[in-house]
């Protein structure tokens, strides 16, 4: 519910905006993500289930929060290099992203996150830990033979937490180039490119450490405080950012 005015304001603003365009997407796949890391995780863990009670559920449940992860934060890069290419030139990303170029970025994700769901290994829901592992048994059998093991998904987190960091950083460098060369054409369009940046570093800061925490509990034994992180973090990644 909370969503709905925040998605409101957003789609007030993205007629002249690729920026705002692509944040309502961002929207609406976090809208759906809510449900696996909130209310399925929640739902989960309160009544106990894990994958022996219910294979079938939480196996479709762990594949469609892969997809909306997945789909979400491949989202994120494309929204990292339209804040990086607005802010060097509008020419060049009217070029990238003007008219219908903006749905064929979009579209990519969508396409990635469905190859994502129909073929790649689904993360599994443990009422032991309250989180989601690949390992269905963790908890009671270790994965000695590495049966469970998803590279993929190791692979893509690691890889948004690195391109996320990467370019922001770059945003960071050439928002300072253009502030002391007066790029901005008044002092209303450097505060509304603050307020943008911070609040999309937000996003992408929360997003960083689900994504590294999310790969290093699949392969190393660490703290239940560690693992509760990491959830509040993948949850916050869709539902505290507009």
Same mark, same amino acid.
């Given at each position: 519910i909370l969503y709905i005015p925040c998605m409101?304001?957003?789609?007030?603003?993205?007629?002249?905006?690729?920026?705002y365009k692509i944040m309502f997407i961002i929207g609406v796949v976090d809208m759906a993500a809510v449900l696996?890391?909130? /209310?399925?995780?929640? #739902?989960?863990? #309160? /009544?106990?289930?894990? !994958?022996?009670?219910?294979?079938? @559920?939480?196996? @479709?449940?762990?594949?469609?929060? !892969? %997809?909306?992860?997945s789909t979400e934060s491949t989202i994120e890069g494309i929204l990292a290099i339209n804040r990086c290419v607005e802010i060097w030139s509008s020419e060049y990303a009217k070029k990238l992203f003007g008219g219908k170029k903006l749905f064929i970025w979009l579209?990519?994700?969508f396409l990635y996150g469905l190859a994502v769901f129909v073929w790649s290994k689904p993360i599994t829901f443990s009422g032991i830990y309250f989180s989601w592992f690949f390992n269905p048994h963790i908890g009671y059998i270790n994965d000695v033979n590495q049966e469970y093991e998803n590279t993929f998904h190791s692979i893509h987190n690691l890889s948004v937490a690195f391109f996320l960091l990467i370019?922001?950083? +770059?945003? !960071?460098?050439?928002?300072?180039?253009?502030?002391?060369?007066?790029? @901005?054409?008044?002092? *209303? *369009?450097?505060?509304?490119?603050?307020?943008? %940046? /911070?609040?999309?570093?937000?996003?992408?800061? !929360?997003?960083?450490?689900?994504?590294? +925490?999310?790969v290093f509990m699949q392969y190393i034994h660490v703290n239940d405080v560690i693992i509760i992180i990491g959830q509040i973090c993948w949850l916050n990644a869709h539902g505290d950012k507009h």
């Open positions: 409101y304001s957003i789609w007030k603003r993205m007629a002249n905006s690729n920026c696996c890391a909130g /209310f399925l995780t929640g #739902y989960l863990g #309160y /009544f106990g289930y894990g !994958f022996c009670s219910s294979p079938k @559920f939480i196996y @479709f449940s762990g594949a469609y929060g !892969f %997809f909306c992860w579209g990519i994700p370019t922001y950083l +770059i945003f !960071f460098i050439i928002f300072l180039i253009k502030s002391k060369q007066g790029g @901005f054409q008044s002092h *209303q *369009q450097s505060y509304s490119e603050k307020m943008i %940046f /911070f609040q999309i570093i937000l996003i992408s800061l !929360f997003n960083s450490v689900a994504a590294s +925490i999310y």
